[in-house]
């Protein structure tokens, strides 16, 4: 098995500037969340998915950010526009349940100038 | 709401043991993570314990679990260099509809 896919791995843009991360879960997961980790505020769940429905968006950061899941091996993480302070690791994780034990992909790790 | 608690090092001696903890507040967990986070990586799925049993082992890796406490501990025996890294506890219950409830993490430091 692949594992959980993310792309790209590495992301340099400047403020302003639309930025878009990619996750592909494991096959046959029906659970899918987004994370961003930081030094100042650890890890955070941002969103999660189950069955390509948002559940719970609570941990989305700002309305410029947006997440989307159109079938059940593909999620984008939007963030237009991107500032400074997005700069961080962003996590895909997936789950074959309703969200317990989850796998990590690699993460993205973007920074914003 | 629910919170889990880590302290965020622990230095030990190649060879030593190292036993990392994790505290937490929801009485009604159903399971328990450790997850492991090596520089520039992803979290990796280590072990879990279901809150019915009160240890687990797994090669060098023996998770504790006291559920009168809500202590949760993961001991690494002969701990080596290539296990340093970033210890998550987490935990899920009914309460969390069955989310994760991380603890912040504790880095672990190997000195030879």
């Known amino acids: 098995d692949a594992g959980v896919i993310q792309s790209p791995r590495h992301e340099v843009t400047e403020m302003g500037q639309e930025v878009t991360l990619r996750c592909k879960p494991i096959?046959?997961?029906?659970?899918l969340f987004w994370y961003r980790q930081t030094m100042m505020r650890g890890l955070e769940l941002l969103i999660y998915f189950n069955n390509n429905v948002p559940i719970d968006d609570s941990g989305m950061p700002e309305d410029r950010f947006s997440a989307k899941m159109p079938n059940a091996s593909f999620s984008t993480l939007k963030i237009q526009p991107s500032e400074p302070r997005d700069s961080a690791v962003y996590f895909c994780?997936?789950?074959?349940?309703?969200?317990?034990?989850?796998?990590f992909g690699p993460g993205t790790r973007l920074t914003v100038l | 709401g629910e919170d889990v608690e880590q302290s965020l090092f622990l230095s030990v001696r190649e060879g030593d043991s190292s036993v990392i903890n994790c505290t937490y507040t929801d009485s009604s967990s159903t399971y328990l993570y450790w997850y492991k986070q090596e520089p520039g990586a992803g979290l990796q799925l280590l072990t879990y314990?279901?809150?019915n049993m009160d240890m687990k082992q797994d090669q060098r890796l023996t998770v504790l679990l006291n559920k009168k406490d809500k202590h949760l501990s993961l001991r690494i025996a002969d701990t080596q260099t290539g296990d340093s890294a970033i210890y998550f506890c987490a935990e899920s219950s009914v309460i969390s509809n069955y989310q994760l409830i991380w603890g912040a993490g504790t880095k672990l430091i190997i000195k030879p």
């Open positions: 314990i279901f809150s």
């Open positions: 096959s046959g997961h029906n659970s």
């Open positions: 994780a997936s789950s074959p349940t309703s969200g317990d034990t989850q796998y």
